[in-house]
T-cell receptor, first 115, second 113 residues
Framework: EAGVTQFPSHSVIEKGQTVTLRCDPI?????LYWYRRVMGKEIKFLLH????????ESGMPNNRFLAERTGGTYSTLKVQPAELEDSGVYFC?????????????FGPGTRLLVL | AQSVTQLGSHVSVSEGALVLLRCNYS??????LFWYVQYPNQGLQLLLK??????LVKGINGFEAEFKKSETSFHLTKPSAHMSDAAEYFC???????????FGKGTMLLVSP
């Protein structure tokens, strides 16, 4: 069974540009999460989809970030326009069930550098 | 609100020595506790988790952790370190009401020959 995949693995862009990150969850997982780790800090929650609906987007830093999940399958996270402080590693995770006891399986992350 | 504290951003051990990575949490409801590991250039991999039941949890690669409610701790141990254990380790908490994970800052484990 394929794990969570993320694309691209690395992205280097200039301030003001737009970047779109993609996450493909494990097949059949209704729950999809985005997290971010800024250098030197902890991994922080951004948002949570249940199928195509946003269950919780309380962690989204501002309106420059837009997440979508088309048809409840893959998800994209767009940053527009990117700022220097957006640099970090963006992780996607998926799980089979809503409740906290279910394991979240993480992708390898996208390393974003904004210059 | 939940929080996780991992003592020590870096821990160094010799190969064959005991590994002890500390994690303390705060949660207003019974927690679910997790340890994840990130090897270089890879994603996060679940080592072990505690949800309910036995407080001593065994995970992969010889690691185990014990949930101590009175101490609000979930320390990770391994009796004998191997060079391949060198990685960054993350403690995380969630609960039955919230499925999102709250992470600690991570501890880098360095293993010397």
């Amino acid at each position: 069974e394929a794990g969570v995949t993320q694309f691209p693995s690395h992205s280097v862009i200039e301030k003001g540009q737009t970047v779109t990150l993609r996450c493909d969850p494990i097949s059949g997982h209704d729950n999809l999460y985005w997290y971010r780790r800024v250098m030197g800090k902890e991994i922080k929650f951004l948002l949570h989809f249940v199928k195509e609906s946003k269950q919780d987007e309380s962690g989204m830093p501002n309106n420059r970030f837009l997440a979508e999940r088309t048809g409840g399958t893959y998800s994209t996270l767009k940053v527009q326009p990117a700022e220097l402080e957006d640099s970090g590693v963006y992780f996607c995770a998926s799980s089979q069930d809503l409740w906290g006891r279910k394991t979240q399986y993480f992708g390898p992350g996208t390393r974003l550098l904004v210059l | 609100a939940q929080s996780v504290t991992q003592l020590g951003s870096h821990v160094s051990v010799s190969e064959g020595a005991l590994v002890l990575l500390r994690c303390n949490y705060s949660s207003s409801v019974p927690p679910y506790l997790f340890w994840y590991v990130q090897y270089p250039n890879q994603g996060l991999q679940l080592l072990l988790k505690y949800t309910t039941g036995a407080t001593l949890v065994k995970g992969i690669n010889g690691f185990e952790a014990e949930f101590k409610k009175s101490e609000t701790s979930f320390h990770l141990t391994k009796p004998s370190a191997h060079m391949s254990d060198a990685a960054e380790y993350f403690c995380a908490v969630s609960d039955q009401m919230e499925s999102t994970l709250t992470f600690g800052k991570g501890t880098m484990l360095l293993v010397s020959p």
